[in-house]
């Protein structure tokens, strides 16, 4: 992992250690597959279901049908994140501070499983290294 550039890149998100990285370069298609990071996160089974009708949208439940390994992995990663930030404080103003807020802790583990899902994809597609987004003062 820790020669392989693409596995690299990947271990600058937060909560991608060499493990995942390696599982992610390892059991996923390339990323070329994918129209989208949802397409890529759906694959791994980390969207929600969606009911809609009659014009009403309605989302459900994570859908689970997916990589079931890579799943596993990306949400016990999200959870150890979540962990350490409540330990050392999570600033209000960033996306997990307000999700930690408003949102029971398993969901807020889902979600940024999800999120980190679709930034891999996008370094997997674009090549770059991750950047990490500017906290409001």
């Keep these: ?19 995942i990285a390696t599982a992610i370069e390892a059991l996923a298609p390339p990323a070329e597959t994918f129209r989208s990071g949802r397409d890529f996160a759906a694959w791994v089974g980390l969207t929600p279901v969606q009911r809609s009708t009659g014009g009403k949208e309605r989302l459900g439940r994570t859908s689970r049908m997916g990589e ?51 930034i891999a994809w996008a370094l997997l597609t674009k090549g770059e290294s991750y950047r990490a987004p500017a906290v409001p003062a």
């Design 68 to 118: 079931r390994t890579l799943r596993r992995l990306l949400i016990i990663a999200a959870s150890a994140v979540i962990r350490w930030a409540k330990r050392k404080g999570v600033p209000k103003g960033s996306w997990l501070g307000r999700m930690l807020e408003r949102k029971p802790p398993m969901l807020v583990i889902v979600a940024l499983a999800n999120k980190n899902a679709r």
């Design 1 to 19: 992992a820790k020669a392989d550039e693409m596995t690299q890149r990947l271990m600058t998100v937060p909560g991608i250690g060499p493990l």
